[in-house]
Structures are given as structure tokens and as C-alpha cells.
């Protein structure tokens, strides 16, 4: 059973930057791809980013590209998600999870295992 733990939350003025920390237990991370979700208060969870089991291909939502990159640690055991140039409509509880198919996915049904969140709040 794959365990999931996200950290590096926290509270950011606009324009911050921030690095998320999804740290897996519990098996070996690099036999899964990893994607980041993220839920605003109201809203429906979303779909963030992804990274595929050999790093080689990663997806991004149209409203974070060239803000937020994805990467596997030298660890192979954690990823991160780099965040720059933070805005308020990024706030969320944001979540990593885990699938362990061939091709990544955005779709939430498509992960396995999933972390119990991370805040990160943008203040204007």
C-alpha cells in the first residue's frame, strides 16, 4: 500500500513562489506516475499537473504553464512542484496522487492512491 504525504504549504503574497513535496512510503515511487490536484473552497477538484514513472513526459493545466514544473527528486521517493509566480486564483488544498498505468492521465479516476493535501494560500 502506497502512502502519500504532501508538504511545503503555506501562505505567499502574489508573485511568491513555492515548492510542494508529495514523499511516497510504503512502495517504490518510480513505478508510478505522480500528479498534483488541487481544490479552491466551492470548487470541484482539479487537475494540475503530472509526471510519468520515468519523468520523461509531464502535463500541465493550461492555466499554470510556464509558472509550475513538475519534477521527480534524486531520491526517486518524492516530487515536487514548483511553483512561481503565484496568483490568488491558485489558492487551494492542493493533493498528490499516484497511478500506476503506463501513460499518465489527468483524469482523478485514473490514480490509485492519493495524499491527504497541502494549503497554499495566495494573499493580493
Known amino acids: 500500500q502506497v502512502q502519500l504525504v504532501e508538504s511545503g504549504g503555506g501562505l505567499v503574497q502574489d508573485g511568491g513562489a513555492l515548492r510542494l513535496s508529495c514523499a511516497a512510503s510504503?512502495?517504490?515511487?518510480?513505478?508510478?506516475?505522480v500528479g498534483w490536484f488541487r481544490q479552491a473552497p466551492g470548487k470541484e477538484r482539479e487537475f494540475v499537473s503530472a509526471?510519468?514513472?520515468?519523468?520523461?513526459?509531464?502535463l500541465y493545466v493550461d492555466s499554470v504553464k510556464g509558472r509550475f514544473t513538475i519534477s521527480r527528486g534524486n531520491t526517486k521517493n518524492t516530487v515536487y512542484l514548483q511553483m512561481n509566480s503565484l496568483k490568488p486564483e491558485d489558492t487551494a488544498i492542493y493533493y498528490c496522487?499516484?497511478?500506476?498505468?503506463?501513460?499518465?492521465?489527468?483524469?482523478?479516476?485514473?490514480?490509485?492512491?492519493w495524499g491527504q493535501g497541502t494549503q497554499v494560500t495566495v494573499s493580493s
Open positions: 496522487a499516484a497511478q500506476s498505468r503506463a501513460t499518465i492521465k489527468r483524469g482523478e479516476r485514473e490514480y490509485d492512491y
Open positions: 510504503g512502495g517504490s515511487f518510480s513505478n508510478f506516475g
Open positions: 509526471i510519468s514513472r520515468g519523468g520523461y513526459v509531464t
